[in-house]
Every structure is written in structure tokens, then in C-alpha cells.
């Protein structure tokens, strides 16, 4: 098959790799800094200069992008623009965590020139991009996410079909609203611990083994023992998701007061310069001491 991945940021680049690994796939790769491509081709793929030269004559057209207006861009641009040089029948599959509403924008502009889409983001960092172990949540056409399926279960070990075009998008949003109110509270958890006569390694060991602790809550309570966060989910990236997911919520008339709450915390954290750290990294607006571990 022969596959366009646009956007090879960590997450597209590794994408990209494992496709171009099976042996089973033409790849043509553009990223925004030409240089990213470099490392791919070397492993076989083939540049492109703008999104619409990657996109001429290819069967899938994937793209792992930051936000809406990249993905306005990267799609919808009218010179250089993905969609615009896109035949009838191939597919658009939109990987990045983009607003409900730019996924039905870009479904209905797919529409009109009779290429098939389907909303695909994931869920999982590095780690299961490298493993080929990434969650996907679709929304789109169920046979147009049947026959991209064989497709993402070589870059995934589960494919959730959601339902229609945007579904995909509100669900990636919700999974990650949950991720951030734990993480959000565990660090609000160890600031209220710093003062007392607990120790806050010996608070999150026996938090860990309790049946009250996710999973999830009780990987970030660890890594917020580190004198480091390195960026795995970042926090500039944690606060643009919680905007989007506060805004979809709105636009519906729904309340959602710990999304808003856990927004206006990440958004305090990279107005404090973290947005660079991982999502973890939250813990040192509540516990000033935390790079020192």
C-alpha cells in the first residue's frame, strides 16, 4: 500500500517506522523541518516537499499533527494542502488530538472531494509507538475503518470503533480529561503532604498498593518522586487537550467543573514555564521542592 505520514514528531516518526518496518508499505514522509525526514529515508521512505506532493497517489494518507491549525493546515492549505491533490477512494486517517469539530470540518471537506476519512487518535506515548502496542479510537464510516484496520493494527494492539466521523476525536479528549484530573490530584496530594511528618515516597508507595489508586495515578504519583520530568505527554500539549475538551463540553451546554479545574491548573503550570516537562510535572506547582526529589 502506499502510505503518506505527515507530522514526524516523536510520535508520527515512530509511526512511520514501524509501517515502513512490515516491509508491506510504500512510505512517503513530509514534516514542517524538512531535516526530520532524513532518518526515514535513510530507512527506505521517500520525501516529500508539502503535504499535497506526499499525498499524489497514495492509497492512505496518515497524519500525526499538534493541533487544529496544523492540521487546517497540513490538510486544507489550498496550495499545499494534503486534501487537494487526495483521490477519490483513497483514505484520510487524522491521528492527532484535534477538536471534534475540526474532525467533522475535515470530514465534510472529505466528503466533498470523495476521499474516504476516518478520525484516528491514539492513546499511548513513545514507549507504546516504539512496541506497536498504541490504542486507537475511530470515528468515521465502519467500512472505511475496516478496510484501514489491517493498517492500524500494525501500528496498534487495539482499534475502538466509536462511531461516526468526530467521535474518535471527543473520545480521545474525555480519555485524556481523565488522565489529567489524577495526575492533577495526586500532585495536589503530595503538596498537601509537604510540611508534615509524612514522608511523601512512604505516602505514595502505600497510595500504589491501595485499590483507590488507577493504574495511571499510581505511575505518575512514582514519577513524581524523580527530580525530573522528560516529556513523554507535555504539559503545553496536556493544556491545549483540556481547552479543547472545556470548549467541546461548552459548545454542548455540559458541565464539566474538574475538566475546567484541571485545565486552569495545567494552564497555571506552563504560565510557570513548565510546558516542557511532562505531564508529571504538574507536582511542582503544589510541592516547590520536587526537583529535588
Known amino acids: 500500500m502506499k502510505i503518506a505520514v505527515l507530522g514526524l514528531g516523536a510520535m508520527g516518526s515512530r509511526m512511520a517506522r514501524r509501517l515502513l518496518a512490515t516491509g ?48 487546517r493546515s497540513v490538510w486544507l492549505d489550498p496550495d499545499t494542502g494534503a486534501l487537494t491533490t487526495m483521490a477519490a477512494g483513497a483514505a484520510a486517517v487524522d491521528c492527532s488530538t484535534v477538536t471534534p469539530a475540526f474532525s467533522a470540518e475535515l470530514a465534510a471537506r472529505c466528503t466533498h472531494r470523495g476521499v474516504d476519512f476516518l478520525d484516528a487518535p491514539v492513546l499511548g506515548s513513545r514507549p507504546q509507538a516504539d512496541a506497536g502496542a498504541l490504542i486507537f479510537l475511530v470515528g468515521g464510516q465502519p467500512a472505511v475503518a475496516r478496510r484501514v484496520e489491517p493498517v492500524l493494527r500494525q501500528l496498534g494492539g487495539a482499534v475502538h470503533h466509536m462511531g461516526q466521523a468526530g467521535t474518535g476525536a471527543r473520545m480521545k479528549l474525555l ?15 503530595l503538596g498537601a503532604v509537604d510540611g508534615t511528618d509524612l514522608d511523601a515516597s512512604r505516602v505514595v508507595e502505600v497510595l500504589t498498593a491501595t485499590p483507590v489508586a488507577s493504574p495511571a495515578a499510581a505511575t505518575a504519583a512514582t514519577a513524581m518522586l524523580g527530580p525530573t520530568f522528560p516529556a513523554a505527554f507535555p504539559v503545553e500539549l496536556v493544556a491545549k487537550d483540556l481547552r479543547y475538551a472545556v470548549a467541546d463540553a461548552a459548545a454542548r451546554d455540559r458541565p464539566v467543573p474538574l475538566t475546567g479545574t484541571a ?23 503544589f510541592w516547590p521542592d520536587a526537583r529535588a526529589g
Open 263 to 285: 485545565a486552569a491548573t495545567f494552564q497555571q503550570a506552563l504560565d510557570r514555564g513548565y510546558g516542557g516537562d511532562n505531564i508529571t510535572g504538574v507536582v511542582q506547582l
Open 24 to 71: 508491506e508499505h510504500e512510505i512517503t514522509a513530509w514534516n514542517r523541518a524538512a531535516d526530520a525526514t532524513r532518518p526515514l529515508v535513510e530507512a527506505g521512505a521517500t520525501a516529500a516537499p508539502t503535504p499535497a506532493a506526499a499525498a499524489e497517489q497514495c492509497d492512505l494518507v496518515l497524519a500525526m499533527l499538534r493541533d487544529d491549525d496544523a492540521g
Open 175 to 189: 480519555a485524556n480529561s481523565l488522565f489529567a484530573v489524577q495526575v492533577a490530584a495526586v500532585a495536589e496530594l
